[in-house]
């Protein structure tokens, strides 16, 4: 990590203080045609970009993650601050998301070594079961009794202020391996802790799928008074979930071997293979919808996860296959966190901002509970277990995801829980990632530290 130098952060400043002239000057633009509308969009995009990693090496000096400044950049150039973006043009660019978010599970399934899960097997098993058993129960008790006290859920009674406490509960076990492995690789840490937060991060994003579905299961049962046909809903989840699995290690056998054949790295491929499988699982879903009425929801990031620990612990490739992941991380993590920052409700945050908040610290609560218990029983060293509970406070697009999932579910309770995922998710996302990189340099297994 660079020190502070006082002269290298007044240029970065000059830096952006030309960009933003450019800027201003630019969004005075009123163009006639839609070429011109369309040029002037990506250099928007193109700024954004820019800025972001500008700002990212100037808090840099600070000893915050590269991320951190992406997000930031994001959140200012975004429809909630400056407007610079619109909601449209954030919204337009969901295929980028798409991309960023499968390549970034290409990465975090190779990252994933059995080698590593065999001697970490207790710690990592043990820290899954507790994170989720204990921050689910703390949610769940703080919400159904403190729910009356907060103006956005008062309205809500009985069993739909349960339900929304059972929803917000799973929602707050999960993870972001996104920001996990960006922090991990701008660090350059290895070691135990390291693969432990890793391994934990990877398999609770995965499991909280399932997890969420009991709940919407159970939740239905609630506010309908019947459960019949409800267990049809988690045996498709599962099958689809085994199907995205075993295709994801044909995807992973067939790179392995276009590797050996290329004999040489190939970052342009692993780029259009992450964008072909998203683009490939909609329309499988699509077509068995349409052809045959059958509702198969491949799941783009678990096939990729897949794929790349295949091809990590069951070929000669994967050393090969992650030297060409890393050549093109930079500006994959610059598009996808600024875009995540540009994203984050800020809205949601302000209505509902003493909620979010509370429910904040009662999930950093639980974490911080779930992984000291977790230590305690694996005798993990003392610090690692004052230290596990900063690794695991990000949170992103699978939350998201599982919020709108339940909107469309629920219309009743849909929106107050939508709003106050948003919220929360905009506390933890900023956070996260500067205590997960305070944890690595406290355990010593940074790089920087």
Not at 71 to 77: E, P, Q, R, T
Not at 194 to 216: R, S
Not at 231 to 254: D, F, H, P, R, T
Request: proline content about 4%; aromatic content about 12%; some cysteine.
């Amino acid at each position: 990590m660079n020190p502070f130098y006082p002269k290298q952060v007044g240029r970065i400043i000059l830096i952006l203080g030309i960009l933003f002239f450019f800027a201003f000057w630019f969004s005075r633009c009123h163009p006639d045609s839609s070429w011109q509308r369309a040029g002037l969009i990506n250099f928007f995009i193109g700024f954004v970009l820019l800025s972001a990693f500008v700002i990212a090496r100037l808090l840099q000096s600070f000893r915050l993650p590269l991320i951190s400044g992406y997000i930031f950049a994001g959140i200012l150039a975004g429809p909630y601050v400056t407007g610079f973006l619109s909601v449209e043009m954030v919204q337009g660019l969901k295929l980028v998301d798409d991309l960023a978010l499968s390549f970034i599970a290409l990465t975090a399934g190779g990252a994933l070594k059995i080698s590593f899960i065999r001697r970490r097997t207790k710690a990592i098993g043990l820290n899954i079961l507790l994170l989720s058993i204990i921050v689910f129960v703390v949610v769940f008790v703080f919400v159904r009794m403190t729910g009356g006290y907060f103006t956005l859920i008062r309205q809500l009674m009985g069993p739909e202020l349960m339900v929304l406490a059972i929803l917000l509960a799973v929602v707050s076990v999960a993870r972001s391996p996104s920001s996990a492995i960006a922090v991990i690789s701008e660090c350059r840490a290895t070691g135990p802790f390291t693969d432990m937060v890793l391994g934990v991060t990877v398999a609770i994003d995965v499991l909280i799928i399932i997890q969420f579905t009991l709940a919407l299961t159970v939740s239905k049962m609630m506010l309908s008074g019947t459960g019949i046909g409800q267990y049809q809903l988690i045996m498709a989840l599962c099958g689809e979930i085994a199907v995205s699995v075993i295709i994801g290690i044909a995807l992973g056998k067939a790179t392995a071997e276009y590797i050996r054949w290329a004999g040489h790295d190939l970052p342009l491929f692993l780029l259009f293979m992450a964008f072909g499988v998203t683009k490939t699982s909609v329309w499988i879903g699509t077509f068995m919808s349409a052809a045959f009425d059958i509702h198969l929801n491949l799941e783009p990031l678990l096939i990729c996860m897949s794929a790349g620990f295949t091809v990590q612990n069951f070929s000669p490739s994967g050393s090969t296959f992650m030297a060409s992941l890393e050549k093109v991380a930079l500006p994959i993590y610059v598009m996808f966190f600024s875009l995540a920052g540009a994203s984050l409700n800020l809205e949601a945050l302000l209505i509902c901002w003493p909620f979010a908040v509370s429910l904040a610290l009662v999930r950093m609560v639980g974490i911080f509970w779930g992984t000291w218990f977790a230590g305690m029983i694996n005798n993990d060293p003392r610090v690692h277990n004052r230290n596990a509970w900063m690794a695991f406070m990000t949170q992103a697009g699978v939350a998201i995801g599982l919020a709108q999932l339940a909107q469309r579910q629920f219309p009743e309770i849909g929106g107050y829980l939508s709003t106050v995922v948003l919220a929360v998710i905009a506390i933890n996302q900023i956070i996260g990632p500067i205590t997960l990189k305070l944890a690595l340099n406290r355990v010593g297994e940074a790089a920087d530290s």
